[in-house]
């Protein structure tokens, strides 16, 4: 009695050697090249953006942590 499902070795492995259709030079020769310029004052609004998010989440977890789900036993 053969509890594993017989299944094929060739279907767990990925085929590595599949040539892709395009290059990496391709690929960013197809992204404009603003793209590639750093900003820091773009890279420091993302930061606070993310910063102010996690914040707002963490205020409403802590609000909703109160009588929402909690019920007194008793």
Same mark, same amino acid.
């Given at each position: 009695?053969?509890?594993?499902?017989?299944?094929?070795?060739? @279907?767990? %492995?990925?085929?590595? %050697?599949?040539?892709?259709?395009?290059?990496?030079?391709?690929? %960013?020769?197809?992204?404009?090249?603003?793209?590639?310029?750093?900003?820091?004052?773009?890279? @420091?609004?993302?930061?606070?953006?993310?910063?102010? @998010?996690?914040?707002?989440?963490?205020?409403?977890?802590? &609000?909703?942590?109160?009588? @929402?789900?909690?019920?007194? &036993?008793?």
């Amino acid at each position: 009695m053969q509890l594993t499902p017989n299944i094929s070795s060739s @279907l767990l %492995k990925p085929n590595c %050697k599949a040539e892709l259709p395009f290059t990496l030079q391709d690929l %960013k020769a197809a992204i404009p090249s603003h793209c590639f310029e750093p900003s820091t004052w773009r890279s @420091l609004a993302y930061f606070f953006l993310d910063i102010g @998010l996690i914040a707002g989440l963490y205020a409403i977890a802590a &609000s909703l942590n109160s009588w @929402l789900f909690f019920q007194p &036993s008793g």
